[in-house]
């Protein structure tokens, strides 16, 4: 199990008081250990081909490709969350990507971290298999 019983944080509006950019660090945590534990159990080997692959998924680039599979699916919360996280100010990019493919990513990481701040799992679950063409 990705969450336990109880939120990391309990209320709603605590929650929509962190910024887009901190719900983006923990978003970006979130979806490497989900892409991390499918990989595992999807193409058990060793701990450099399995490196290699995640490398694969966690990128600007793969992420803002998810990011596209999955925004028609989003309720309108979400792509509210989504569009925060996208339209949040950047310091840097990546030299591997653009800047529309990092602030696509970086509403993706921003909208799995609500998702898993609000405990919203079965949701997480829904939108990585969806992000994974699954």
């Avoid at 970006?28 to 995640?54: F, M, N, Q």
């Avoid at 490709?65 to 028609?72: G, L, N, T």
Wanted: aromatic fraction near 8%; charge should be negative; hydrophobic fraction near 40%.
């Amino acid at each position: 199990m990705l969450i336990s019983k109880e939120k990391p944080v309990s209320a709603p509006e605590d929650i929509n008081r962190i910024s887009s950019l901190a719900l983006a660090h923990v978003g970006d945590a979130v979806y490497e250990l989900l892409v991390r534990s499918w990989l595992c159990k999807k193409e058990p080997g060793r701990v450099s081909d399995i490196h290699a692959r995640t490398v694969e998924y966690v990128n600007a680039s793969a992420q803002a490709d998810a990011a596209e599979r999955i925004i028609d699916a989003l309720s309108e919360q979400e792509r509210s969350v989504f569009k925060r996280g996208r339209n949040a100010k950047v310091n840097s990019v990546p030299h591997n990507s653009t800047i529309a493919e990092y602030h696509y990513s970086t509403g993706l990481e921003t909208l799995f971290g609500w998702l898993y701040l609000n405990g919203d799992e079965k949701r997480i679950e829904e939108l990585f298999h969806l992000c994974i063409g699954e």
